[in-house]
């Protein structure tokens, strides 16, 4: 099946044309949203990348654990129903795009990382996103940062990090955010609402 043959079937309410390996960013109504955004100083809380089944487009994304959430579904569940597209300004070729769904597997059904450590038995959106497209491609897709580089100040951030790691928070933890993706240089935007 050629990627052109993907989007027979799409709708056309996105106003846009999905790929493999977009990239999709929304508010997230989860409970850790707000400390997320104060942290990154980001409305984007939540993100995932585009992924076919079934010539249909969905976000795969870390959430209770990895898995394939249908787009309309994951555009609902952000705040307002309001997204960011975006694209790698380098397009993929087949091949490429073959390679992210083939190495995108191998985290299926992973659980959520509530302690965003930088391991692979656990994930959270953003570390899935950045290293599906660093193990398949060898594309750094937003700058890694440490725990201590973010903005740890406000209330609301204080006890997210005091429910996850008590008095022992690890401020040296390599941790991608979905702020670093999406202001990314590689990426340009395609879609939002």
Known sequence: MTVASLFIFLPKSYGYQPQIGDIIFHTSRSSQSQAIQLATHSPYSHMGIILFRNNKPYVYEASKRVQYTSLDEWIERGVNGKYVIKRITRPLTTDQQHLIQKTAQTYINAPYDLSFSWSDEKQYCSELVWKIYF???????????????????????????????????????????????????????????
Do not use: C, H, W
Not at 141 to 162: C, M, P, R, Y
Not at 167 to 183: K, L, N, Q, R, Y
């Open 135 to 193: 193990n398949a491609l060898g594309i750094k897709i937003g700058n890694l940062q440490k725990l201590q580089e973010f903005d740890l100040t406000s209330s609301a951030v204080k006890k997210k990090l005091a429910e996850r790691y008590g008095s022992s928070i690890p401020m040296g933890e390599t941790v991608i955010s979905p702020d670093a993706i999406f202001d990314s240089p590689l990426l340009m935007t395609v879609g939002k609402k």
